[in-house]
């Protein structure tokens, strides 16, 4: 049986292990093997006179990224990584891998973002690439036992839909039989019409399918929605139950993900707060444009510049409240106090905007009032529409990008870091 390379000490007398060749290098008389699987790697040390014939036919045979098995006498050495080595007994290839390869996994030689994702599979060999995964993994992980703990019902919603929810243009429209479809930009209608069912609390992490036009750093084609609704509650309480999480998600990853971090050159990750400050919209606007050189004016949405200024004078996650009714979505509930601003609200990094949510609109003759104003029609929403008419509970909700939560939390400097095939305008394989 073969044992992970983590777990091969100095104290034990022999071991296999099974993995792939990371390097190689001969010396003549000795030949050096850094062997690697996922839990770490390890050096393979053959001093050609005192190895069996076999052993040394494979190692001129074999080449780098080769699947290999070797079983031999461990030795502690000081030299070695780990303090200990492996003479190699036997030394199996299982898999010989062809050269050159199309990606130096051992990243001597620099690769550009296009080639990695050409060969994915190599490059997430690299521990560093797959360090991301792993916390991404956690992160996850984190996510779905907050929610469960916090009395959630986990839902899967369907992603072939006849409508739009974030408005027309971002659509891929599809073939679909003789009916008009769509892929879903989000759960958005669906979450909502589950608090009509009496489900009160539900969440789904599920692909979300975005027809942006242009390639930027923090937009995919095809991104990974974290979703929430919750009956009997409003943004803010909504906006409490997202700080936690984050919160959560972050000290998961800062206390199981300590190699990984290391790895990612992120050794203290700095946990947000449990509060995380609430900026109005009207002071978010007054920072921008004090601060930043985008021209902007109350009543736009906030460009990448303008997040970049609000984000450096907050310096910290934080939320914008107070939304002008006139740039949120029809779902948005109108402010009691002045209709003019919304419930809504969005959590920032200081880098960018992770999540939105609000405050619904629950009540069915506004809610299609706000559908016509948005210059919309409600005959594209009846199946949305009926379930406000027959005991629709007060709700609220948001939606957080799985992807840019990991790109912010890993420092990446592109979102198709944190997926690991990308969609994008000029990718679809692999
Ligand atoms: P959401 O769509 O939920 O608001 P977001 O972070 O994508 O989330 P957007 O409103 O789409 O926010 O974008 C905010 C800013 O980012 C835009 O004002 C624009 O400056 C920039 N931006 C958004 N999409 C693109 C794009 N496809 N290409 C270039 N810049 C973009
Ligand atoms: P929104 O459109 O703001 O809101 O999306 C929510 C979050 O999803 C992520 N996201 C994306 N990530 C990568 N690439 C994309 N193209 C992309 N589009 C969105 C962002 C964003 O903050 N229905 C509402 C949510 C709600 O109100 O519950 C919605 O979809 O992190």
Same mark, same amino acid.
């Given at each position: 049986?073969r044992?992970?390379?983590?777990? #091969?000490?100095?104290?034990?007398e022999?071991?296999?292990?099974? %993995?792939?060749?990371?390097?190689e290098? /001969?010396?003549?008389?000795?030949?050096?093997f850094?062997i690697?699987?996922r839990? %770490?790697i390890? &050096?393979v040390?053959v001093?050609?006179?005192?190895?069996?014939? /076999?052993?040394?036919?494979?190692?001129?045979?074999?080449?780098r990224?080769?699947?290999?098995?070797v079983?031999?006498?461990?030795?502690a050495?000081?030299?070695?990584?780990g303090?200990r080595?492996?003479?190699?007994?036997?030394?199996?290839?299982?898999?010989k891998?062809?050269?050159?390869?199309?990606?130096?996994?051992?990243?001597?030689?620099?690769a !550009?973002?296009d080639?990695?994702?050409? $060969?994915?599979f190599?490059d997430v060999r @690299?521990?560093?690439?797959?360090?991301?995964?792993?916390? @991404?993994s956690?992160?996850?992980?984190?996510?779905?036992?907050?929610?469960?703990?916090?009395g959630?019902?986990?839902?899967?919603?369907?992603?072939v #839909?006849?409508?739009?929810?974030e408005?027309?243009?971002?659509?891929?429209?599809?073939?679909?039989?003789?009916?008009?479809?769509?892929l879903?930009?989000s759960? &958005?209608?669906?979450?909502?019409?589950?608090?009509?069912?009496?489900?009160?609390? #539900?969440?789904e992490?599920g692909?979300?399918?975005?027809?942006?036009? *242009?390639?930027?750093?923090?937009h995919l084609?095809e991104?990974?929605?974290?979703d929430?609704?919750?009956?009997?509650?409003?943004?803010?309480? #909504?906006?409490?139950?997202? !700080?936690?999480?984050? *919160?959560?998600?972050?000290?998961?990853?800062?206390?199981?993900?300590?190699?990984?971090l290391e790895?990612?050159?992120?050794?203290?990750?700095?946990?947000?707060e449990k509060?995380?400050?609430?900026?109005?919209?009207?002071?978010?606007?007054?920072?921008? $444009?004090?601060?930043?050189?985008?021209?902007?004016?109350? %009543?736009d /949405?906030?460009?990448t510049?303008?997040?970049?200024?609000?984000?450096?004078e907050?310096?910290?996650?934080?939320?914008?409240?107070e939304w002008?009714t006139?740039?949120?979505?029809?779902?948005a509930?109108?402010?009691?106090? /002045?209709?003019?601003?919304?419930?809504a609200?969005?959590?920032?990094?200081?880098?960018?905007?992770?999540?939105?949510g $609000?405050?619904?609109c *629950?009540v069915?003759?506004?809610?299609?009032? &706000?559908?016509?104003?948005?210059g919309?029609?409600?005959? %594209?929403?009846?199946?949305?529409?009926k379930?406000? &008419?027959y005991?629709?509970?007060?709700?609220?909700?948001?939606?957080?990008?799985a992807?840019?939560?990991?790109?912010?939390?890993c420092?990446?400097q592109?979102?198709?870091?944190?997926?690991?095939?990308?969609?994008?305008?000029?990718?679809?394989?692999?």
């Amino acid at each position: 049986m073969r044992i992970p390379i983590r777990e #091969v000490t100095p104290q034990l007398e022999r071991a296999t292990i099974a %993995g792939w060749v990371h390097e190689e290098r /001969d010396l003549g008389g000795l030949a050096f093997f850094l062997i690697r699987d996922r839990t %770490g790697i390890m &050096q393979v040390t053959v001093p050609k006179k005192k190895v069996p014939e /076999d052993v040394l036919i494979a190692i001129k045979e074999v080449s780098r990224e080769s699947v290999v098995r070797v079983s031999g006498i461990i030795k502690a050495t000081e030299k070695a990584p780990g303090g200990r080595e492996l003479v190699p007994e036997s030394f199996e290839i299982l898999a010989k891998a062809a050269s050159p390869l199309p990606l130096d996994v051992a990243e001597k030689v620099p690769a !550009e973002i296009d080639t990695r994702l050409d $060969a994915r599979f190599l490059d997430v060999r @690299r521990p560093r690439i797959a360090a991301i995964f792993s916390i @991404r993994s956690r992160m996850m992980e984190a996510t779905n036992s907050f929610l469960f703990r916090e009395g959630f019902l986990q839902i899967t919603t369907p992603k072939v #839909v006849a409508a739009a929810t974030e408005g027309g243009t971002e659509l891929f429209p599809i073939a679909y039989f003789e009916k008009e479809a769509f892929l879903s930009q989000s759960p &958005q209608l669906y979450k909502q019409m589950m608090m009509a069912a009496g489900c009160e609390k #539900v969440f789904e992490i599920g692909p979300i399918f975005r027809a942006e036009e *242009h390639n930027t750093i923090r937009h995919l084609n095809e991104a990974t929605s974290i979703d929430v609704e919750v009956s009997f509650a409003d943004h803010t309480d #909504v906006m409490v139950l997202l !700080e936690k999480l984050i *919160h959560e998600i972050y000290s998961s990853v800062a206390e199981n993900c300590t190699a990984e971090l290391e790895l990612l050159g992120i050794p203290d990750l700095q946990v947000p707060e449990k509060t995380l400050p609430r900026l109005p919209y009207e002071e978010a606007i007054l920072i921008a $444009a004090k601060k930043s050189e985008e021209p902007i004016a109350y %009543g736009d /949405d906030l460009g990448t510049a303008s997040e970049r200024a609000i984000g450096e004078e907050m310096g910290t996650h934080y939320f914008i409240t107070e939304w002008p009714t006139s740039i949120r979505p029809y779902y948005a509930m109108p402010s009691a106090a /002045d209709p003019s601003i919304c419930n809504a609200f969005d959590l920032m990094h200081p880098k960018m905007e992770l999540s939105s949510g $609000a405050q619904r609109c *629950h009540v069915y003759d506004l809610l299609v009032e &706000q559908i016509r104003s948005k210059g919309l029609s409600p005959e %594209g929403f009846e199946f949305y529409l009926k379930p406000f &008419q027959y005991g629709m509970p007060p709700h609220a909700g948001w939606g957080l990008g799985a992807e840019r939560l990991v790109m912010t939390m890993c420092n990446l400097q592109n979102i198709r870091e944190a997926v690991l095939f990308p969609r994008d305008r000029h990718r679809v394989t692999p």
